[in-house]
Every structure is written in C-alpha cells, then in structure tokens.
C-alpha cells in the first residue's frame, strides 16, 4: 500500500475526518482504549465510517511507523448519498439508471463494472458498506478512472437502498441465471435498478423476493454461468440499445 493511501495516528485521523477527507475505512487495535481512541470512535459512528477491529500485527504490515492502534485506509474518490440522488436525478429530468451490486468483492470486477457503467451513462452505482469491493484505487484503476466520474453510493444495507429505490418509482430489476425473463423483454426505458448478485453466490434471497422482473441471459456453452462484469456489461447495452431505439438522448 503507498503511504499516500493512508493516514496514521489517532489525532491525525479525528482531524482528517473533520476536514472531510474521503475515507474508505479505519482500522482500530481490537481493545483499544483511552480517551482519544474513544474520541475518534465516536467521530467514526457520527460520520458514518466503516470500522473494523484488527489485531495489531495488521496494523503493523501497513506500517510501523508509530499508529497508536489506528490507520484511516483513504479512498479516491468521495462517495454519494442515495437519499441526495434519487430526487436530484429526477430533478435533472432524467430517467435514470442504476446499478446495484450485492457483494461483488472483486475489485477488478467493481472496476470493469464501473467502467461500463461509465460508457452506457449509467447514473449511480450502489453498493454496500460491508462485504464488498469499494472504491480503493485497484478498483480506479481497473476502471480506467470511470470512478472519477460514476457516482458512488456506499450504503448501510443493500435491501434497505433497495426498498428506496422501489419506493421512488424504480423498476428493480434482478440479473439471475434463474429468470423467467430474457434481459432482452425487459422494458427499460422507464427508471430502472439492475442488481448484479455476488461472484459466488448470485443475488441473496431478501433482494430477490424484492424485484420487479428477474432477467436471464442464455447460456449457450459449458459453462453456467458469465463473469459478474460481463453480465453487467450485457445487461447495460441492452438498455443502451432500447434507449436509442426510443429517442432518448445520447447525453
């Protein structure tokens, strides 16, 4: 990791998340104590930061410059508000189109993700605090800097961004080996969520129950099922395909 990556030290990091930098998550000395480490934990659960308790040799790996049981892990770019987006995205007279990822963890894949959601004008990506790649800067650079541009939600709870979507007049469309619909059918020229489901294990069940339509792709080989990135690559030229063909914008 390049030390420009990270901020080390209690005091260094309280100040660091006063001034606003983009911080992707901290990792605190598990039974770490003391007044200030209670200060920087309490800045943590106000601003909402992804926190996890490690032992020290961690720590150590990342540096061994004096860390005071406390390393800031930045990120490259800032993330965005769902709550802020969905009525901006309207109020810019759009019809919008988001990705969610439940549980993609591969970076590479998050950033060829991004990078065709870059191309097809996609709008936001959602993914969750935890339990998934973020925007670290493997993923930018998978991306070829398409997270420079792609907003970016990191949400307490995928189902709950979800139920937020649906309730704002999204279609929440599911990508599922398991469809009963071919992506192709799909209407997607109304405001739509597409939900891309874990490598390993697709999309969990409680979003499941939550979608409109689950979309397939045929599988015409060997092999079940497609890469996570190519899938989403698919799915989103298909919207870019029906997006054309009904008069919209290429903007």
């Known amino acids: 990791m390049d030390r420009n990556d990270y901020i080390f030290g209690l005091r260094a990091i309280i100040e660091a998340i006063e001034a606003g930098k983009s911080i992707d ?8 104590g003391g007044e200030l480490a209670k200060e ?19 720590l150590n790996r990342i540096t061994m410059k004096n ?6 892990i930045l990120s490259p770019v800032g993330y965005h508000k769902l709550d802020n987006l ?58 070829a800097g398409a997270l420079f541009y792609v907003p970016v939600c990191r949400e307490r709870d995928v189902q ?5 979507l649906k309730e704002s007049g999204y279609k929440i469309v599911g990508a599922s080996e398991k469809g009963a619909v071919s992506y192709t059918k799909v ?20 979003i499941i129950r939550q979608c409109d339509e689950l979309a ?20 989103l030229y298909e919207v870019v395909r ?6 919209f914008s290429r903007e």
């Open 25 to 32: 998550k901290v990792l605190m000395r598990r039974e770490l």
């Open 40 to 58: 920087l934990s309490d800045k943590i659960m106000e601003y909402g930061i992804v926190c996890q308790k490690v032992p020290v040799e961690k």
């Open 67 to 72: 860390h005071q049981g406390a390393i800031a």
């Open 86 to 143: 969905i009525p901006q995205l309207y109020e810019e007279g759009k019809t919008p189109v988001v990705v969610v990822l439940d549980g993609i963890t591969d970076a590479r894949n998050f950033g060829a993700i991004t990078r065709t959601a870059d191309c097809s004008a996609v709008d936001a990506i959602v993914i969750p605090e935890r339990g998934s790649a973020s925007a670290t800067s493997d993923a930018v650079k998978a991306s």
């Open 160 to 164: 709950t961004a979800v139920k937020k």
């Open 187 to 206: 209407d997607f020229t109304v405001p739509v969520a597409i939900v891309m489901g874990a490598e390993d294990t697709g999309i969990s069940s409680d």
């Open 216 to 235: 397939s792709i045929p599988i015409l080989g060997n092999i079940g099922s497609l890469n996570v990135s190519v899938a989403a690559g698919v799915m």
């Open 242 to 247: 029906q997006r054309l063909e009904a008069g």
